[in-house]
């Protein structure tokens, strides 16, 4: 079986790698000059838009799947004529568009922050009257970590926010106080069974994931059960299958969807080490039509921090005792308890962009290890972590 990736980064390229392990070999598609994925296979250089290309994809492969949800809704359905595409359009539409996903979230019962739709300024202040301030801004289509988005505190910052964001039609949020931020993963297979991975406690900084824990610390039974129900019930209203990613404000017992995602998810990276079936493998083996695996713990705990914009150095990994990463997956010393691993992304360092993760599992909590390893993994200090959506 071939397995056609639209995109080719990081996320592609841990798909290659769970993929090759289940005896399926990838071709991707993506535009940029060099990919992460082209490590682990073929590479169709292409723009997603290109007729030919996706043809070319699509004769190449038994059923496409892709890394990222900004994939352009023409390339999608040209591709859904000649071959199966997985997640299917419904995931992929109602994804792309804030506004669509949180009418979306609303009409099946998950819980939302208020809400309003936003096509100009007229319209913005509308939104303001309707939702309140401070409110987030953000824009229906396009952005990721933190881009795209404007927070809105005071009336005067209506009209510099809204062209920050370039006067695109937008969603306005209200901003909410929370006490943690928590992703919930659930993979639902071509035969609607589902597996989930335990609640993941997420800390941001200027909009980017610097850490993820599991089990979420400070998450009530109540809140880790509404989380999950909520994301295997999405799973099923989307006829979904692959991993969905399903993003939430956590407020003692009560939970607030904040955002979905079609697809394997930054916050999973730390069920590569932590669970008997990863994010990755389990997607794979979802879009395929294989039987899902069991996503039950190896270890008690986990933690993932991002590297962020640099990668630490071989000499600092290895005074510290971090395994490594081959461009084939395979670490070079078992992730035991509490041998961190470190997954380098082959990416050229620039600011703002994840090039890394290092990964740790341990039968005890790993505060201290992280508070060891943050200053080694650049970028992944959660010393300016944000509580508003």
């Known amino acids: 079986m071939i397995l056609g990736i639209l995109g080719g980064g990081q996320l592609g390229w841990m798909l290659g790698i769970a993929a090759r392990r289940l005896?399926?070999?990838?071709?991707?598609?993506?535009?940029?000059?060099?990919?992460?994925?082209?490590?682990?296979?073929?590479?169709?250089?292409a723009d997603y838009d290109d007729a030919e290309a996706l043809s070319k994809?699509?004769?190449?492969?038994?059923?496409?799947?892709?890394?990222?949800?900004?994939?352009?809704?023409?390339?999608?359905?040209?591709?859904?004529?000649?071959?199966?595409?997985?997640?299917?359009?419904?995931?992929?539409?109602?994804?792309?568009?804030?506004?669509v996903e949180k009418s979306f979230l609303a009409e099946h019962g998950v819980p939302v922050p208020a809400f309003a739709a936003v096509e100009d300024l007229a319209s913005l202040e509308a939104a303001v009257a309707e939702v309140g301030l401070p409110a987030v801004l953000k824009t229906r289509r396009g952005g990721y970590?933190?881009?795209?988005?404007?927070?809105?505190?005071?009336?005067?910052?209506?009209?510099?926010?809204?062209?920050?964001?370039?006067?695109?039609?937008?969603?306005l949020e209200s901003m909410i106080d929370f006490d943690l931020e928590a992703s919930v993963l659930v993979a639902r297979g071509a035969d609607g069974a589902t597996e989930a991975w335990g609640p993941i406690r997420n800390q941001h900084a200027r909009g980017i994931l610097r850490r993820s824990d599991c089990p979420a610390p400070d998450v009530s039974p109540g809140a880790a059960t509404a989380m999950l129900e909520h994301a295997e019930r999405l799973a099923r209203a989307?006829?979904?299958?692959?991993?969905?990613t399903v993003e939430f404000f956590v407020r003692g017992d009560d939970v607030l969807a904040n955002e979905i995602a079609p697809r394997v998810h930054n916050s999973g990276h730390l069920t590569i080490e932590h669970a008997e079936t990863d994010q990755f493998?389990?997607?794979?083996?979802?879009?395929?039509?294989?039987?899902?695996?069991?996503?039950?713990?190896?270890?008690?705990?986990?933690?993932?921090?991002?590297?962020?914009?640099?990668?630490?150095?071989d000499a600092e990994l290895s005074a510290e005792g971090v395994a490594t990463v081959d461009d084939q997956g395979f670490a070079s010393t078992d992730a035991t308890d509490g041998a961190p691993v470190y997954h380098d992304y082959r990416k050229k360092p620039r600011p703002g962009r994840k090039v890394g993760h290092l990964t740790a599992v341990s039968r005890d909590a790993l505060d201290r290890l992280a508070d060891r390893l943050t200053p080694v993994i650049p970028g992944s200090s959660t010393s300016h972590s944000t509580t508003s959506g």
Not at 23 to 45: K, Q, S
Not at 67 to 81: D, I, K, Q, T, Y
Not at 238 to 244: A, E, I, K, S, T
Not at 285 to 311: E, Y
């Open 145 to 171: 970590d933190g881009k795209g988005q404007a927070v809105l505190r005071q009336p005067e910052d209506l009209e510099p926010g809204f062209a920050s964001i370039g006067e695109r039609p937008a969603i």
């Open 281 to 313: 493998e389990n997607h794979v083996r979802a879009v395929t039509g294989l039987p899902l695996g069991s996503t039950a713990s190896r270890l008690p705990h986990a933690m993932m921090l991002n590297a962020i914009g640099a990668s630490p150095t």
């Open 238 to 244: 989307l006829d979904h299958c692959g991993v969905l």
């Open 23 to 45: 005896g399926i070999e990838c071709v991707f598609l993506d535009p940029a000059e060099h990919c992460t994925a082209d490590l682990i296979g073929d590479r169709i250089r």
């Open 57 to 99: 994809l699509a004769g190449r492969c038994d059923v496409v799947t892709y890394e990222f949800e900004n994939v352009p809704a023409g390339s999608a359905a040209r591709l859904a004529e000649e071959v199966d595409v997985r997640p299917g359009w419904k995931s992929l539409e109602t994804s792309q568009d804030r506004l």
